[in-house]
């Protein structure tokens, strides 16, 4: 008897206390010179998803109308001077859209918000061609789900970065070096880039991809496998990347078994145990200041 009671508190306990993880805001720091990156990551975390506005925002992300050009799976935060990163583009689109363009040099497909959702280890967007896209992660794995109104596609860019530029080799500006993919089925397109410069001016860096969808696709590539073009016959598709500073297989193996909600539920419980082992009284603008800035 002893211990129902002892159980019974503790759960009293822990229930008055609630989860701490939604105090935290992924928009503050990320306009105006703080940089940070808004969107889904875990505890240390190497997969930051995100929406790339452009080539120039150093963490991807820009505030409307500012268009989507896509979403990238590497991303900075907080920096400060160049860009890095950015690598490895989706962006999903109509076979209707006409929104292709090659004005900045190579293929885009821009699409403009018209409405957005933060939390911590969630974003979502809505185009206004309505297709939703919500975005979560794993360490090494991004998370997505799109939500088409009609049969969707999906553009897949190998040589995309931040930080674009037409001069070579300016200062803390990346440059393209290589990159190449490959449509392994219709379930999986694998491939790597490699670009250099940037943040901190470091020599090239690879990152190697896996690209898994939930449901058959058909795809076609540019004459030099940078690029692909998929189609599904659905308007719900679940698509994971795994990426690797290894190899191919290394970024196949960093996907996880599960889906879309049981990662978000355990990066939040992750989130959770680290953020938790802080308690502190206040008022809630005062949680959402500290357990943000943690």
């Not at 962006?91 to 363009?101: A, G, I, T, V």
């Not at 293929?107 to 969630?122: A, D, N, T």
């Not at 990159?179 to 690879?206: F, K």
Request: charged share 15%; net charge negative; aromatic share 12%.
């Amino acid at each position: 008897m002893r211990w129902c009671w002892l159980l019974a508190l503790c759960s009293l306990f822990l229930s008055g206390h609630g989860q701490v993880w939604q105090y935290v805001d992924p928009r503050i720091g990320s306009v105006g010179v703080g940089r940070t990156f808004p969107g889904p990551c875990m505890p240390f975390g190497m997969a930051k998803p995100g929406p790339d506005c452009g080539v120039l925002p150093n963490a991807g992300w820009a505030p409307m109308p500012e268009p989507v050009l896509g979403f990238s799976q590497t991303h900075v935060s907080g920096t400060g001077g160049g860009q890095k990163y950015g690598n490895i583009l989706i962006q999903p689109y109509l076979d209707s859209d006409s929104s292709f363009s090659t004005s900045l040099g190579w293929p885009v497909c821009p699409q403009r918000r018209v409405h957005e959702e933060f939390s911590l280890g969630y974003y979502s967007t809505t185009y206004d061609n309505s297709i939703r896209t919500e975005i979560t992660t794993a360490e090494r794995c991004s998370f997505y789900r799109f939500h088409y109104p009609d049969n969707g596609s999906l553009f897949l860019d190998a040589t995309h970065f931040l930080g674009k530029d037409t001069v070579p080799d300016l200062r803390e500006r990346q440059q393209f070096v290589d990159g190449h993919l490959e449509v392994e089925n219709n379930h999986e397109v694998c491939g790597y880039t490699s670009v250099r410069g940037g943040w901190n001016n470091g020599d090239a860096y690879t990152v190697y991809f896996s690209l898994k969808t939930s449901v058959p696709f058909v795809a076609g590539t540019d004459a030099g496998n940078q690029r692909a073009w998929i189609h599904f016959s659905d308007t719900l598709v679940h698509v994971q990347v795994g990426i690797s500073y290894v190899s191919i297989e290394q970024a196949r193996r960093n996907i996880p078994s599960h889906d879309f909600d049981s990662q978000l539920t355990q990066l939040q419980d992750t989130w959770e145990q680290q953020l938790s082992k802080i308690q502190v009284t206040g008022t809630d603008d005062q949680k959402r200041m500290l357990y943000t800035a943690l």
